[in-house]
């Protein structure tokens, strides 16, 4: 096959303990699904109906890799969320199968541009542009689910410069893991190689050039970087 451009070379995420590396193929978020950060962000809390949002596969930056402050905001915020990667999927996936789907466990930041997600919400415009920008998806190495389980319980910090910005457990979440791909697969269809952000808890606070930030998932993944 001949292309007018190359083809982009697929956006690839180190897998831990191994040189084999996870193409993605699209990353899903969801919002609101720690009920003290819905409560921060002025949103109610709402078991029915979860909120989902996208941002492109060539958002992640990698762990170690320095993030530029994005252009057009004057309000970068940290989320630091656990990160589901799909081995498969499929349509209308039944929440009992739903881990199955699962390859494995990552810790990442859906980095947002809260200025431009306040004017969103206020104006009831999409939020592609305080979500989905170049680099807003920093993301660790997946840990693979044969060596990690599927944790029910884990603790997701983040430090940005040693000092402590977020911590909650992941049993926390509204919307479980296996309820997420449910939901997703309700209205698209997932495969594998798909991401999920699994939303984030309380603390979401702003990001400044010079941070050095360390997000966790228990002893799972780690993420260290910093914003220049
Ligand atoms: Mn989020």
Same mark, same amino acid.
């Given at each position: 096959m001949?292309?007018?451009?190359?083809?982009?070379p697929p956006t690839a995420v180190a897998v831990a303990g191994s040189n084999v590396r996870f193409a993605v193929h699209r990353i899903y978020c969801i919002g609101r699904n720690y009920a003290e950060h819905a409560r921060?962000? #002025?949103?109610?809390?709402?078991?029915?109906?979860?909120?989902?949002?996208?941002?492109?596969?060539?958002?992640?930056?990698?762990?170690?890799?320095?993030?530029?402050?994005? !252009?057009?905001?004057?309000?970068?915020?940290?989320?630091?969320?656990m990160v589901v990667a799909l081995q498969s999927g499929g349509a209308n996936i039944a929440v009992d199968s739903a881990l199955g789907h699962v390859f494995g466990y990552a810790v990442g930041l859906?980095?947002?541009?809260?200025?431009l997600q306040a004017l969103a919400k206020?104006?009831?415009?999409?939020? +592609?542009?305080?979500?989905? @920008?170049?680099h807003s998806a920093p993301l660790s190495a997946i840990r693979r689910a044969s060596?990690? #389980?599927?944790? !029910?319980h884990a603790e997701l910090s983040l430090r940005v410069n040693g000092q402590l910005r977020q911590?909650? +457990? $992941?049993?926390e979440m509204? @919307?479980?893991?296996?309820? $997420?791909?449910h939901e997703l697969s309700t209205l698209f269809e997932?495969?594998?190689?798909?991401? $999920?952000?699994?939303?984030?808890?309380? #603390?979401?606070?702003? /990001?400044?050039?010079? +941070? !050095?930030?360390?997000?966790? /998932?228990?002893?799972?993944?780690? /993420?260290?970087?910093?914003?220049?």
């Open positions: 001949n292309y007018v451009l190359a083809p982009p921060e962000m #002025g949103a109610a809390v709402d078991r029915g109906n979860p909120l989902f949002f996208c941002k492109p596969a060539d958002a992640v930056v990698a762990d170690g890799a320095d993030v530029r402050y994005p !252009q057009a905001t004057a309000d970068l915020h940290h989320e630091v969320e859906d980095l947002t541009r809260r200025d206020a104006k009831g415009m999409p939020w +592609d542009a305080a979500k989905a @920008f170049d060596e990690s #389980g599927h944790p !029910q911590r909650a +457990d $992941i049993s509204l @919307f479980s893991v296996s309820q $997420i791909i997932l495969k594998g190689g798909d991401l $999920i952000f699994t939303g984030t808890p309380a #603390g979401v606070a702003a /990001l400044a050039r010079g +941070d !050095q930030f360390n997000a966790r /998932l228990g002893d799972i993944a780690a /993420l260290n970087g910093a914003i220049v």
